[in-house]
């Protein structure tokens, strides 16, 4: 009997001396929803700041929570304070560190850099610069180290450049090389890189360029991303608004002292399973900005910002703003870039706080002339990896669409086909028109081309509901794949 007491106790023994783990908890893209909301799916409430609270808090093993940046603009919590309550709210959170996403620059940069002066942890961003001083952030920092259990973590930020003038960014790669250099000097046992960015995006070509990087936390994408491995280096995303939140779980070679392994998980924030922290709940309630909760109007049935029929690119909800956008402008088309539908709309009463969350930013209407070679161009590279870019108003397609290429392209603006050389008056918004992210095309668009209008577009969905209450646009097929 001693003898197999003694061969099992050998047996365990490794485990027990040569390896330890530490937990890292992760979040991105919450865009300031810090309350639970019904998800649709399975009938449960989930999602908020509490709930995340009290899953890091339940966690018994030495933990640190980052984010990978987007908390400042998409609710009328963090809109009303211009960033300020999120931030408010991670203090108390207690996170150790963030990364800089696009959004953050939502309302200018003279106000992103005075928030950067409310944050109790430090905000990293080794590609961000002051481009009228040509030095780095003040109030933010390139990488910076953590210790979690004894065990060191160095941990490099990466922003993502928002609308930006004298903000500037460089290639993420030109200056993570460096960072790691000095990093190495400080030996720590786990490296991780902070970024928004995506594993759609660059992520993936990092992980290949620096296997020394063992942790990727990723974002921008909204994606829910777990146990992807490049060579040994693991890229986690964490979904957005805060639905989820992910936990990736370190083992620590006890005898080196260094990274031997990591896996990850993605945690749904059920309310009924996570339960809410109650000093955080607390503070949430007291953000709320009130009336947001009048009802403007209602919802016939559920409204997708995504699509609902087969061989179909384009949905109810995006085709609805497009629709309303061209109603108020004289245009012979419109263009709704798909991205910036935040949520769906559920059947029932739809508030000011829904429409806000729906369509967050407070773009005002462009009227741009463009010709038939455009619009066409245009169109085809909108859609890509079976999606598209774009809704239309008062513009159909069909096409092909065989291993991601667009073959036999037919388009027609008001049931006629468009002619490479015609003139044609779209109506879009200004971020779309003044060539940011998915409106690089407009880049090329002449300023002279491009009228700025009064009307914000978020008070034309408004009034549009409350004169077409109960909601039900037609579900019409607008881009069509034939088979």
Request: glycine share 8%; with cysteine; hydrophobic share 40%.
């Amino acid at each position: 009997m001693k003898r197999l007491y003694f061969a099992l106790l050998l047996f365990f023994i490794p485990f027990c001396l040569f390896s330890k783990q530490i937990v890292i908890y992760h979040t991105s893209d919450t865009h300031g929803f810090f309350y639970p909301e019904l998800d649709r799916a399975s009938g449960r409430m989930q999602g908020g700041f509490a709930a995340a609270q009290n899953i890091v808090k339940a966690e018994p093993l030495p933990h640190i929570l980052f984010d990978s940046g987007d908390y400042s603009n998409g609710t009328a919590e963090v809109k009303d304070t211009k960033g300020a309550a999120a931030i408010k709210i991670m203090n108390a959170m207690g996170y150790a560190a963030a990364t800089i996403g696009n959004h953050e620059f939502d309302f200018g940069e003279e106000q992103f850099l005075q928030n950067l002066k409310l944050f109790n942890f430090p905000v990293l961003s080794a590609n961000t610069f002051d481009s009228r001083a040509d030095a780095l952030l003040p109030n933010a920092k390139p990488y910076d180290f953590f210790e979690v259990n004894g065990v060191k973590i160095a941990v490099i930020g990466i922003g993502k450049e928002g609308d930006n003038k004298f903000i500037k960014f460089k290639k993420p790669q030109t200056v993570i090389k460096p960072a790691l250099e000095e990093i190495k000097k400080q030996n720590p046992a786990v490296t991780v890189l902070l970024i928004h960015d995506s594993y759609d995006g660059e992520n993936a070509d990092i992980a290949k360029k620096f296997p020394e990087i063992n942790i990727i936390l990723g974002g921008h994408a909204h994606k829910e991303y777990q146990n992807i491995f490049i060579g040994k280096t693991l890229l986690v995303e964490s979904g957005a608004y805060l639905k989820t939140m992910s936990k990736i779980t370190v083992d620590i070679d006890d005898k080196t002292g260094k990274f031997k392994s990591a896996g990850s998980q993605l945690i749904p924030l059920y309310i009924d399973a996570a339960g809410e922290d109650t000093d955080i709940k607390r503070l949430a309630g007291s953000l709320r900005v009130p009336g947001m909760d009048e009802t403007l109007g209602r919802a016939a049935e559920y409204i997708s910002k995504n699509p609902v029929k087969d061989n179909c690119f384009d949905s109810p909800l995006n085709n609805w703003i497009a629709d309303v956008m061209l109603a108020n402008v004289k245009a012979d088309f419109s263009v709704q870039n798909t991205g910036s539908a935040r949520i769906s709309l559920e059947q029932g009463p739809v508030t000011l706080r829904d429409m806000i969350s729906l369509f967050p930013f407070d773009n005002r209407a462009v009227a741009v002339t463009v010709d038939g070679i455009f619009v066409k161009r245009l169109v085809r590279d909108g859609i890509k990896n079976n999606k598209t870019l774009y809704a239309y108003g008062n513009l159909t397609a069909k096409f092909k669409n065989k291993n991601n290429k667009i073959k036999n392209l037919q388009i027609f603006i008001n049931g006629k086909p468009v002619e490479n050389h015609k003139t044609y008056t779209l109506v879009t918004n200004e971020y779309i028109a003044g060539g940011n992210t998915e409106g690089w095309m407009f880049k090329r668009v002449p300023q002279e081309n491009k009228k700025i209008l009064d009307a914000g577009i978020r008070a034309m969905l408004v009034k549009n509901l409350k004169q077409n209450s109960p909601l039900k646009p037609a579900n019409v097929c607008r881009l069509q794949e034939i088979k």
